[in-house]
């Protein structure tokens, strides 16, 4: 038996698939240097040396997007191509875990 297709990824302009694709690689080495989630100081030092890139990736989507005069975020829309890239899970890493109750 095999697992259920995942729905389609909304129809997105170029730059806000780029949009998306930097927002998620950012989170995902956010996840990596999160103090409360790390495990060795070499691997965050390399998650906050690449960030560097993911900014600027972030930057160059949103310009392009203003540029090419898309000056709304679609919120629902990239919420919705979040949810399909497992966006959900991956900024989980993100947040303080919680602490376990005594």
Do not use: I
Not at 36 to 64: K, N, S
Request: charged share 25%; no cysteine.
């Amino acid at each position: 038996m095999r697992p259920p297709e995942p729905p389609p990824l909304p129809a997105l302009t170029r730059a806000e698939g780029a949009y998306v694709d930097a927002y998620l690689d950012a989170v995902d080495l956010l996840g990596r240097l999160n103090p409360a989630r790390a495990t060795h100081t070499y691997g965050a030092l390399r998650a906050a040396q690449a960030l560097v890139d993911r900014a600027a990736a972030l930057r160059d989507a949103l310009t392009l997007m203003h540029q090419r005069g898309e000056h709304e975020v679609h919120a629902e829309t990239l919420a919705r191509a979040l949810r399909v890239l497992d966006g959900e899970r991956r900024t989980r890493r993100v947040t303080v875990p919680h602490d376990p109750l005594p």
